[in-house]
Nanobody, 121 residues
Framework: QVQLVESGGGLVQAGGSLRLSCAAS????????MGWFRQASGKERELVAA????????YYADSVKGRFTISTVNTKNTVYLQMNSLKPEDTAVYYC??????????????WGQGTQVTVSA
């Protein structure tokens, strides 16, 4: 059974930092790309960062460039999202997702359950 389990969300003041973790299990993910999405209340889910397990390819949404860093620890099958200089507009439920290399992020193969991030002004 494939599982993506997120952790690390919480409440932080603007300007603060959080690190989200996503532990992947249940299959080999070497041919998958991993991503972090977020969904704020009343808004559509958006891809904020993505990475391949080799780390050779990364993507960041313009809204988080320079503040968020996505990384992997292959030996732990874990993906991290380091979030610095957080803003109230970063408040959302953050989801980990996986898609096969060559497919689109519009239809990921697997989703985590989500973790809430709240940034207070």
């Amino acid at each position: 059974q494939v599982q993506l389990v997120e952790s690390g969300g919480g409440l932080v003041q603007a300007g603060g930092s959080l690190r989200l973790s996503c532990a992947a299990s249940g299959r080999t993910f070497s041919r998958y790309a991993m991503g972090w999405f977020r969904q704020a209340s009343g808004k559509e889910r958006e891809l904020v960062a993505a990475i391949t397990w080799s780390g050779g390819s990364t993507y960041y949404a313009d809204s988080v460039k320079g503040r968020f860093t996505i990384s992997t620890v292959n030996t732990k099958n874990t993906v991290y999202l380091q979030m610095n200089s957080l803003k109230p507009e970063d408040t959302a439920v953050y989801y980990c997702a996986a898609r096969r290399i060559g497919s689109a992020w519009s239809t990921p193969d697997y989703w985590g359950q989500g973790t809430q991030v709240t940034v207070s002004a």
